[in-house]
């Protein structure tokens, strides 16, 4: 009875319809594909991908690793200082970052460096490239270190968890959450993909439910 109710229409109703359901559609296209994107990447922001990637190639890492271990860590905050005294965008703890710039062959270290955004992702990828050489490239026992230090990751990766600080299994948990989602996000930023991939998938996909209703529309219009 609806087919036949939308034959029975006038063409101009049916074509003004049909151009209502076409505004629909990509309202919804909006609604459901590009709003919850903006709001993954309100909640998962980026920044510094230039020196993230470098240092991630540098240093043999992910580099989506090192933007989960950064957000984590500071949410992208260059001046971030923790009540214990950990700074910069990788939490960096002041002796930590004078063993690392020990080991880099650098001198003259001093504590403000680790708030340097260039500093603080090269020291912190070249501790967590450290862990994860440590653990033969297991992720979560050099997150876990990474976090509570190498006691923790070594009870991690033995299997056991009780003598893992709770705060050091929140953690890991949180940089994997946050990892899979810029793997998501951010392909194109941090991992290469051709940013016209994702457009013209987008558009193939517009196309086809304009194809479709087009037909419609044609076929509804045919004398």
């Given at each position: 009875?609806?087919?036949?109710a939308i034959d029975q229409l006038p063409k101009k109703h049916l074509v003004r319809g049909i151009i209502i359901v076409i505004v629909l559609i990509f309202a919804l296209f909006v609604i459901f594909?590009?709003?919850?994107?903006?709001f993954a990447e309100i909640r998962y922001p980026l920044a510094y991908e230039e020196l993230i990637i470098t240092e991630a190639a540098a240093h043999d890492l992910d580099p989506f690793l090192v933007a989960a271990v950064i957000h984590t860590e500071s949410r992208f905050n260059?001046?971030?200082?923790s009540p214990v005294g950990a700074r910069g965008l990788m939490q960096i703890m002041p002796l930590?970052?004078?063993?690392?710039?020990?080991?880099?062959?650098?001198?003259?270290?001093?504590?403000?460096?680790?708030?340097?955004?260039?500093?603080?992702?090269?020291?912190?990828s070249f501790h967590l490239q450290g862990l994860m050489g440590?653990?033969?490239g297991q992720i979560e026992p050099a997150i876990v270190a990474y976090n509570g230090g190498g006691g923790a990751g070594d009870n991690y990766l033995a299997g056991q968890r009780s003598l893992v600080p709770l705060e050091s299994l929140n953690y890991?948990?949180?940089?994997?959450?946050?990892?899979?989602?810029?793997?998501d996000l951010y392909k194109i930023e941090l991992g290469g993909e051709d940013p016209l991939a994702?457009?013209?998938?987008?558009?193939?996909?517009i196309g086809q439910i304009i194809d479709i209703i087009s037909a419609q529309v044609t076929s509804r219009l045919s004398p």
């Open positions: 009875m609806v087919t036949k594909l590009v709003l919850p994107k903006i260059p001046g971030a200082t930590t970052g004078q063993g690392i710039a020990r080991r880099m062959g650098e001198t003259g270290f001093s504590v403000d460096q680790l708030y340097d955004p260039a500093t603080n992702i090269s020291y912190g440590r653990y033969d890991v948990d949180k940089v994997l959450t946050a990892k899979a989602a810029y793997e994702r457009t013209e998938a987008e558009l193939t996909l």
